[in-house]
């Protein structure tokens, strides 16, 4: 009895339609008898019921069961045909995805009867059998169906449902009549021959979308006797909704060349590039030398992807358009850099835009948990509107220091500077640079000549920027522990009663249109001299 050995020599023999009266249907199998067959030895070998080969005799008008003539034809309905179960393999996870309630792990075996599932940031991938992918992306939730072969066969028979969310498949060719990859929403069933496409389902508006990258796929929509709609490569279709299913062109993939090649900073933010009929974009991440898991996936409107908790590394960013119907196009892929780590402090004092006055500046940082050290930088920034305060204004630094400390001290004259930190591990590795931080340095404001004394008047001048007002103080006590007089004025001199002669002391300071106070200004010494006879008595005391 040399079934067995056949089947793999002979039953791939299979007719695809019916051709002409009495040919094969496009549900059978095609069996070449060999030396030694018997309808009884065929159905144990093939057939769900042994006993079926009862109907073998009838549909094929054997007359003989026991002798069947070698190198003839049987057919075989496929519905006779001893289902085998099978099952495939999870090949990669990522995030929070969930196979029958669990987490999912790589190595998982899924069967009929298994249920998949991923959060916000959940993703699956499947190895069927036959070759054949499936992916689960995120928001998802699918179950398998039936996941079967047929005796003596190598066909493969796969029916997914999607409850929720979308399903990504890259089919090998099925071959055979009995070999079938469908996936079935609520409102549709698509049913594959061997494709790259993608299939989706939204439980809010009930519509079911199908879109085809490569190959074809056949469309039905699950309710009425609408008839089977053909959706070819670089197509998509929706059904259900209300709304009447039409193919429509996927868009092209997007101009990614212009998308930075380079981030540093933990959070990730992606600009999308633009694209004639895009809506929002399909963002996806995966390693950049291996494409599964996909470790971010999402839907983004606003323009920008946000992409959290990668670790430091190569990335490929796949982006594509959506059109308005909700139909997603074809990928464009670009390669990314992410060197975060370790993280720069966040930067103290001076902070941005502030100012101090000029003399000894102590710039300040966070304790950064990666840092054995800091590496600080400070520059100066050309006094003139749109002038570098960001990286380009370190190619000079005028001050570099590595420290252990969290502050470092330098002296500086009045202008406009930038300074930044970085953390430094005890490797050496230096991490990104912090924000440039730009700040300006005051001058101390001084009296810039001696005061005009009258009979009856003193008046003091000083230097002074449009839109100042300045407050000053007067004593007779060098420390200001008590004053003889004190206010504010919008002009940068000072008109005053001229007291009895002595010595006494001003300060001023001034404040900025944006309401900064800057330092006191030094105790200005003035000798108030008294009549001409005091210098005689010292005379007249001898």
């Known amino acids: 009895m040399n079934v067995m050995k056949s089947v793999p020599a002979y039953l791939m023999m299979l007719a695809l339609v019916a051709l002409c009266p009495g040919a094969a249907s496009a549900q ?151 070999a079938r990859y469908r996936i079935e929403t609520p409102t549709a069933v698509v049913g594959v021959r061997g494709t790259d496409f993608r299939a989706g389902f939204e439980p809010d508006s009930r519509r079911s979308r199908t879109e085809v990258v490569s190959g074809s796929v056949g469309l039905r929509p699950s309710f009425g006797s609408k008839p089977e709609l053909r959706v070819e490569g670089g197509f998509g279709l929706i059904a259900g909704g209300g709304q009447t299913p039409g193919a429509t062109p996927l868009l092209p993939p997007p101009d990614a060349r212009t998308l930075p090649e380079l981030f540093e900073r933990p959070l990730v ?38 992409i959290p908790s990668l670790p430091d590394g190569d990335y490929r960013l796949l982006v594509r358009g959506v059109d308005a119907n909700g139909l997603e196009g074809f990928d464009a892929s670009h390669v990314f850099r992410l060197k975060a780590r370790p993280e720069p402090p966040f930067n103290g004092n001076p902070g941005e835009g502030s100012k101090v006055p000029a003399g000894k500046v102590t710039l300040s940082w966070t304790h950064a948990p990666e840092a054995a050290r800091y ?95 300045f407050e000053y103080q007067f004593s007779d006590d060098g420390t200001f522990a008590r004053t003889r007089a004190a206010g ?29 106070v800057n330092a006191w200004s030094g105790a200005q010494r003035v000798e108030v001299p008294g009549p001409w006879w005091l210098v005689l008595l010292p005379l007249i005391a001898l």
């Open 269 to 306: 933010r992606m600009p999308m590039p633009s694209l004639d009929g895009a809506v929002a974009w399909r963002a996806q991440v995966v390693r950049a030398d291996a494409p599964l898991p996909v470790l971010f996936d999402r839907l983004v409107e606003d323009g920008v992807a946000r």
């Open 375 to 469: 590496l600080v930088e400070l520059s100066t920034v050309a006094d003139q509107p749109g002038a570098g305060d960001g990286a380009s204004a370190f190619s000079t630094p005028l001050h570099s220091a590595r420290t252990r400390a969290t502050t470092e001290q330098v002296a500086l004259e009045a202008g406009r500077y930038v300074w930044r930190v970085a953390s430094v591990r005890d490797n050496g590795e230096r991490g990104p640079w912090s924000d440039p931080v730009a700040f300006s340095v005051r001058p101390l404001q001084a009296l810039s000549e001696p005061p005009e004394v009258s009979d009856d008047e003193m008046l003091f001048r000083w230097g002074g920027e449009p839109g100042q007002r």
């Open 28 to 178: 059978e199998l095609i069996y070449q008898i060999e030396r030694g067959d018997t309808l009884m030895a065929i159905g144990v070998a093939l057939l769900a019921d042994p006993d079926d080969w009862v109907q073998l005799q009838r549909i094929n008008k054997v007359r003989d069961p026991r002798r069947l003539p070698v190198g003839k034809t049987l057919r075989i309905p496929y519905d006779l045909l001893s289902p085998i179960p099978r099952s495939a393999q999870i090949v990669a996870v990522a995030g929070d995805a969930r196979l029958d309630g669990r987490s999912a792990v790589t190595g998982d075996r899924v069967g009929v009867g298994s249920s998949l599932e991923t959060a916000d940031d959940g993703h699956i991938a499947i190895a069927l059998p036959d070759g054949s992918s499936l992916i689960l992306p995120a928001r998802s939730t699918a179950s398998v169906e039936t996941l079967q072969g047929y005796a003596g066969t190598d066909e493969q028979s796969v029916d997914i449902s999607l409850e929720r969310g979308r399903i990504e498949s890259r089919v090998e060719p099925q071959r055979g009549p009995g």
């Open 488 to 516: 504010e004025t919008t002009a940068p001199e000072l008109v005053m009663p001229k007291p009895s002669f002595g010595t006494y002391y001003l300060r001023i300071r001034s404040i900025d249109a944006d309401g900064y």
